[in-house]
């Protein structure tokens, strides 16, 4: 069974600052089936970036992904104040055939 | 848009079966393009895949909680429908429908806005 983990578990910024998160796999994962989501409080979660690197319909280019095999980012260049918010990384394929990382906050320092 | 809407009793007794259904508006659910999943999250806590169904009604669950789910198409009404037997306190949680989109690498591109089932005598 795949196990993805996340770091740092909260990271604590000011707006305009650059977020970098990290998404680990215990094997290796596919880059096109690679993805990341952004919760807000209350709200379900909005598809990032999909295929380890590519934005979802309507994401800003602050934010972008990159990768391969066991190790990817989330990067967000400049911290606006909409992206204070929970971020998961998502694997397709390997047993349980979905999985998703205990996420990564960013809150406001 | 493709608005996705979960609906079903929000608490459910210990043993019983929780049974939700999520009707989606716009695309046929029976369009070949799209898996159709399940997605629960206990408060405070991360994301947990449960399920999905695809057009014709072929099914995958989370090995996890294969034993207790069902999940069923109903094409005349655009709605898919989960079931889950046998729930416990651990299955507390806001349970989301959501769509996968193959051209998003299956990522979860439409969701529900969730709905809170509560576990409780």
């Known amino acids: 069974e795949i196990v993805l983990t996340q770091s740092p578990g909260t990271l604590s910024l000011s707006p305009g600052e650059r977020a970098t998160l990290s998404c680990r796999a215990s094997q290796s994962v596919s880059s096109t089936y690679l993805a990341w989501y952004q919760q807000q409080p209350g709200q379900a979660p909005r598809l990032l970036i999909y295929?380890?690197?590519s934005r979802a319909t309507g994401i800003p280019d602050r934010f972008s992904g990159s990768g391969s095999g066991t190790d990817f980012t989330l990067t967000i260049s400049r911290l606006e104040p909409e992206d204070f918010a929970v971020y998961y990384c998502?694997?397709?394929?390997?047993?349980?055939?979905?999985?998703f990382g205990p996420g990564t906050k960013v809150d406001i320092k | 848009q493709v608005p996705l809407q979960e609906s079903g009793p929000g608490l459910v007794k210990p043993s019983q079966t929780l049974s939700l259904t999520c009707t989606v508006s716009g695309p046929s659910i029976s369009r070949g393009d799209y898996y159709w999943s399940w997605i629960r999250q206990p408060p405070g806590k991360g994301l947990e895949w449960i399920g999905y169904i695809d057009h014709s009604g072929g099914t995958y669950s989370n090995p996890s909680l294969k034993s207790r789910v069902t999940i069923s198409l109903d094409t005349p009404k655009n709605q898919f429908s989960l079931k889950l037997n046998s729930v416990t306190a651990a299955d507390t949680a806001v349970y989301y429908c959501a769509r996968n989109n193959a051209f998003f690498g299956e990522g979860f591109d439409y969701w529900g806005q969730g709905t809170l089932v509560t576990v409780s005598s």
């Open positions: 998502q694997q397709y394929g390997s047993s349980p055939l979905f999985t």
């Open positions: 295929g380890t690197s």
